[in-house]
T-cell receptor
Framework: QQPVQSPQAVILREGEDAVINCSSSKALYSVHWYRQKHGEAPVFLMILLKGGEQKGHEKISASFNEKKQQSSLYLTASQLSYSGTYFCGTVFWDTGNQFYFGTGTSLTVIP | NAGVMQNPRHLVRRRGQEARLRCSPMKGHSHVYWYRQLPEEGLKFMVYLQKENIIDESGMPKERFSAEFPKEGPSILRIQQVVRGDSAAYFC??????????????FGQGTRLTVV
């Protein structure tokens, strides 16, 4: 049931853009995005509740394609502080009580 | 989020001992989730609890692991007869209502269990 994220890892130079994808084999009710820095707790970024919904947080935005059962996280003009591991968390229609985290994407931004 | 308190932050146990991990959710939150994270891996769901109820424990190993969330006090994740493979970071998260619907889950800083 774990959603699959791609890519597994990405290295960016400051100012470059990146896209992280989260795909599920099951119908999604909602998608959450979290960022975790090494040795720290995951930090909430945003929730997407409706198919087609898009949200933004600073220069980080996300979209949710309910039909394709996937979500994408967009990071534009990346900053050093964006480094970390990004997880999507998904709530499925048939198990709405909890969510599963994706496989994770390690993002490293270098000067 | 500093509002979810986990203790201890670090716990060292010898093989065969018991480990008790505590999680106090944010004020007003009645839903608690436990996740395990192995080194360099993602977060794996273990159990979802509400006050005095286990809602979903499908991610919890059938043996040696148990969790509770009593009416008063913190949620406890108990691991009996620990083995080296139990070494991991255990994160607790809380939310004000049922799993992720319109809400975010706030995470504690985690307990890092090391079994020697």
């Amino acid at each position: 049931q774990q959603p699959v994220q791609s890519p597994q890892a990405v290295i960016l130079r400051e100012g470059e853009d990146a896209v992280i994808n989260c795909s599920s084999s099951k119908a999604l009710y909602s998608v959450h995005w979290y960022r975790q820095k090494h040795g720290e707790a995951p930090v909430f970024l945003m929730i997407l509740l409706k198919g087609g919904e898009q949200k933004g947080h600073e220069k980080i935005s996300a979209s949710f394609n309910e039909k394709k059962q996937q979500s994408s996280l967009y990071l534009t003009a990346s900053q050093l502080s964006y480094s970390g591991t990004y997880f999507c968390g998904t709530v499925f229609w048939d198990t709405g009580n909890q969510f599963y985290f994706g496989t994770g994407t390690s993002l490293t931004v270098i000067p | 989020n500093a509002g979810v308190m986990q203790n201890p932050r670090h716990l060292v146990r010898r093989r065969g001992q018991e480990a008790r991990l505590r999680c106090s959710p944010m004020k007003g939150h009645s839903h608690v989730y436990w996740y395990r994270q192995l080194p360099e891996e993602g977060l794996k769901f273990m159990v979802y609890l509400q006050k005095e109820n286990i809602i979903d424990e499908s991610g919890m190993p059938k043996e040696r692991f148990s969790a509770e969330f009593p009416k008063e006090g913190p949620s406890i994740l108990r691991i009996q007869q620990v083995v080296r493979g139990d070494s991991a970071a255990y994160f607790c998260a809380s939310s004000p209502k049922s799993g992720g619907l319109n809400t975010e889950a706030f995470f504690g800083q985690g307990t890092r269990l090391t079994v020697v």
